[in-house]
């Protein structure tokens, strides 16, 4: 089998953990070995583009923690038809290891927030969103503004 390689791929735009060291005192292991423990909590990426952000959905499929969001756009003429969109998007996801075998969307929550993009100026569509979260085997609606 062949592998494809990249350097420093998993950099996340936003992380968000809960530091499990008892005190600043608590800072060295054993024997003068720096003691790190903490658990990831939130991790989030965005991207502006509205044609490659699926690769940011795969990317938090492989990521454990327990709220992961993923930003995204749209043009604003796909409004209506997200739902089409995300279940292609899940059509494909629960081909990889990451659904399949460790069963990644069972064990947090993920959620997939939709931007207008391609708005031609029209000020009152911009920063408008639509969130989706993953509920057994599909995106639904959570809210939108």
Not at 102 to 120: A, D, P, Q, R, V
Not at 121 to 131: P, Q
Request: glycine letters at 4%.
């Amino acid at each position: 089998t062949k592998y494809q390689v990249s350097k420093e791929y998993y950099r996340i735009d936003l992380t968000a953990w809960k530091q499990l060291r008892k005190s600043e005192k608590d800072k060295i292991l054993y024997n003068g070995f720096e003691k790190h423990l903490w658990d990831l909590e939130v991790a989030v990426e965005h991207e502006n583009s509205s044609v490659s952000w699926m690769d940011e959905v795969v990317k938090l499929l492989h990521i454990n923690c327990p709220l992961r969001v993923v930003i995204g756009y749209l043009p604003i003429g796909q409004r209506d038809n997200h739902k089409a969109y995300l279940d292609k998007i899940t059509e494909q996801i629960k081909e990889t290891k990451a659904v399949k075998e460790y069963e990644s969307l069972k064990k947090g929550e993920f959620m997939i927030i939709i931007g207008n993009s391609n708005c031609h100026g029209n000020e009152k569509e911009f920063c408008r969103y639509k969130a989706y979260v993953f509920d057994k085997d599909k995106f639904v609606l959570s809210g939108e503004i």
